[in-house]
């Protein structure tokens, strides 16, 4: 069975810090996605990396997949108020995807 | 832009009321899905559908049906809604691209059971 896991599962920063979430498994995903999920909102596709070793920015955010395409990560610099969110990592080779629990991010003006 | 509605976003029923939630996508995709989504336990997967008139169960199916008789319209049916079912539904579907499939979902329905 193929698991998803994400780390920290909350994390709560000033407004200007750095920071990066984990997504790990033991499988092989031919692509991993991350969604962002704003509350009382659904979740919204950012990225999906396909490559191992692949890297790929969205403005303050970069998304790197690991070689061994079992891992990725979320690097946000210089968070904002406005990154406040729920940070989602899926993947899958069918249409059903498994999602990871999910980072609960705060960023304090 | 990929359009996902769901017909409600906030909806309160008693206990042992059938309830319908709808979801519409207008991006002609092959497959919806239907999950919920409760603090702790992240997004759980009721119910999805390849096609019309096509459904398979998810990780959570009992106390739930779906219907899809268009290809666009999937709708969530609570036969009989009790109070563990109080949670944040979403409604999603999703695309093959050359990089792998990619969900879109819904702006969410907030149920609560009485």
């Known amino acids: 069975t193929q698991l998803l896991e994400q780390s920290p599962q909350f994390l709560s920063i000033q407004e200007g810090e750095n920071l990066t979430v984990y997504c790990n498994s033991s499988?092989?995903?031919?692509?991993l996605q991350w969604y962002r999920q704003e509350p009382g909102e659904g979740p919204v596709l950012l990225v999906t990396v396909v490559t191992g070793g692949e890297v790929k920015k969205l403005k303050r955010l970069t998304f790197q997949f690991g070689d061994a395409r079992k891992d990725s990560s979320l690097h946000i610099t210089a968070a904002q108020p406005g990154d406040t969110g729920l940070y989602l990592c899926a993947g899958g080779d069918t249409g059903k995807l498994i999602f990871g629990q999910g980072t609960t991010l705060q960023v304090k003006p | 832009d990929v359009k996902v509605t769901q017909s409600s976003r906030y909806l309160v029923k008693r206990t042992g009321e059938k309830v319908f939630l709808e979801c519409v996508q207008d991006m002609d995709h092959e497959n919806m899905f239907w999950y919920r989504q409760d603090p702790g336990l992240g997004l759980r997967l009721i119910y999805f559908s390849y096609d019309v008139k096509m459904k398979e169960k998810g990780d959570i199916p009992e106390g739930y049906s779906v219907s899809r008789e268009k290809k666009e319209r999937f709708s969530l049916i609570l036969e009989s809604a009790s109070t563990n079912q109080t949670s944040m539904y979403l409604c999603?579907?999703?695309?093959?691209?050359?990089?792998?499939?990619?969900?879109?979902f819904g702006p969410g329905t907030r149920l609560t059971v009485t």
């Open positions: 999603a579907s999703s695309l093959k691209r050359a990089s792998g499939y990619e969900q879109y």
């Open positions: 499988s092989v995903f031919s692509s």
